[in-house]
């Protein structure tokens, strides 16, 4: 049903990159926060300046985690270690910025999107978000899409119940237990290398990969069943 196994009664669905436009809008203030705080130190200790990529560091070491480990994870990548109020400093200023695009250009979903949802609503299908972001409830709100899902585990929920985040299937096996379904019953749908791992790892019925930035390969090598470019293309 859908183009999902008969098995599969529910979907764990990722926010950023899977539902709406919003993995753009990390993307970008992950960009600004990583340039100034490098530039800021190439100034420092005279070390040559090398942007962050937007697409090549960001999709293999922020896309999916939880802000801090997005933080820790591109810094250690640079070599460059932190102490945690650095990394909780780096992380507000980040999550001004987010903000601050989402005050001026509002949420935007994805039509296939929220057309699949609905379609998997009407089929029976149990629904759950599943996101390592702390605006996640805010974003669904935004975007007017909150009312169509009937669990959210987002970053508040993670660090609650002290989950571990993704690339663990800990969040995602925490939104089927949510929905009463074992995870082989469950489809994950994920834009997020770290997402479509955590995907594999927990055992799910089936993992879904959602490629918004050519990086079909690299979902498949690391766990998605199906790759497909929008979620319209499963019906
Ligand atoms: O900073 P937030 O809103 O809690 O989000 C944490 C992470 O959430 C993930 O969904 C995004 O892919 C990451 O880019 C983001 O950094």
């Known amino acids: ?40 130190r ?38 460059i270690e932190v102490d945690d109020d650095e990394v909780r400093r780096l992380g507000d200023r980040k999550n001004e910025l987010v903000q601050q695009i989402i005050e001026r250009d509002g949420v935007q979903a994805y ?18 978000v599943v996101s390592s972001s702390s605006n996640c409830r805010a974003g669904l709100q935004a975007a007017g899409i909150l009312d ?12 609650d119940l002290g989950l571990r985040g993704k690339p663990a ?22 834009d997020a290398l770290a997402g479509v791992q955590a995907g594999r790892d927990g055992g799910f019925g089936y993992v879904v990969g959602v490629d918004r930035v050519g990086q079909r390969d690299a979902l498949r090598a690391h766990g998605a069943d199906v790759v497909v470019d929008d979620l319209a293309d499963l019906t």
């Open 1 to 40: 049903m859908l183009g999902l196994p008969d098995p599969v009664t529910a979907c764990l669905f990722d926010l950023d990159g899977v539902l709406t436009q919003t993995a753009k809008i990390h993307a970008a203030a992950w960009k600004q926060l990583f340039d100034e705080y490098l530039r800021d």
């Open 42 to 79: 190439a100034r420092r200790t005279g070390e040559e300046f090398v942007p962050f990529d937007a697409h090549a560091d960001y999709d293999e070491h922020v896309d999916g985690l939880p802000r801090d480990d997005g933080v820790r994870g591109f810094l250690s990548s640079r070599g």
């Open 111 to 128: 039509d296939g999107s929220i057309a699949y949802v609905h379609a998997a609503r009407d089929a029976g299908l149990r629904r759950a």
């Open 148 to 159: 169509l899902f009937e669990e959210i585990v987002d970053g508040h929920v993670t660090r």
């Open 169 to 190: 299937p800990d969040s995602f096996l925490e939104g089927a237990r949510r929905l009463g379904v074992p995870p082989d019953r469950a489809a994950v749908f994920e």
